[in-house]
T-cell receptor, first 115, second 116 residues
């Protein structure tokens, strides 16, 4: 069963504006970790941000923040002040635990930042 | 700046040939993952090792794929014989895993495989 859902195959945002990329997940485990990765056209996968299921506050890393709504099982990525270099594929991922070390990835959202 | 390295970066081969991809994880990481990425299937987990022991290879076609970790600095993914449907980008990733913490994975640059 699909456990990570990214419903937006593609998104556009104007440079300098904020954008939210959606991610919902499904798990019955109370302990898990949520991750976002960026894949630019060069192909590399770059780790952006992490949120633990027991973390009380939403994670932030520079211009990236994670809007974590546990009851709704959503972990949306917010990019503030978009830059042209933010154009890329973005993947949401989850690791359930502590019994497994597998990471499950969503299908990704392609973001295009417009000048 | 520690990085996961993968070789080769690009590989073009003919159907039926053996392909070996290599990965050097980041020193000190105890978990190594192999993924395959295609347009149709997205990012698929093929296999992963923890402390060099294979924990899960359920994502791999068993008849032609094999993954090994002969030592802590080298992981290999072998396809024999290769088929055109194996054409994809193969990523290796490494990380530090424990039961109660959730650390990020660090990905290598990938091997782009084309089987003609």
């Amino acid at each position: 069963a699909q456990k990570i859902t990214q419903t937006q195959p593609g998104m556009f945002v104007q440079e300098k504006e904020a954008v939210t990329l959606d991610c919902t997940y499904d798990t019955s485990d109370p302990s898990y970790g949520l991750f976002w990765y960026k894949q630019p056209s060069s192909g590399e996968m770059i780790f952006l941000i992490y949120q633990g299921s027991y973390d009380q506050q939403n994670a932030t890393e520079g211009r990236y923040s994670l809007n974590f709504q546990k009851a709704r099982k959503s972990a949306n990525l917010v990019i503030s002040a978009s830059q042209l270099g933010d154009s890329a594929m973005y993947f949401c991922a989850m690791r359930e635990g502590p019994g497994t070390y597998k990471y499950i990835f969503g299908t990704g959202t392609r973001l295009k930042v417009l000048a | 700046d520690a990085r996961v390295t993968q070789t080769p970066r690009d590989k073009v081969t003919e159907m039926g040939q053996e392909v070996t991809m290599r990965c050097q994880p980041i020193l000190g990481h105890n978990t190594v993952f192999w993924y395959r990425q295609t347009m149709m299937q997205g990012l698929e987990l093929l296999a992963y090792f923890r402390n060099r022991a294979p924990l899960d290879d359920s994502g791999m076609p068993k008849d032609r794929f094999s993954a090994e970790m002969p030592d802590a600095t080298l992981a290999t993914l072998k396809i024999q014989p290769s088929e055109p449907r194996d054409s994809a980008v193969y990523f290796c990733a490494s990380g530090t895993t424990s039961g109660s913490s959730y650390n990020e994975q660090f990905f290598g640059p990938g091997t782009r495989l084309t089987v003609l």
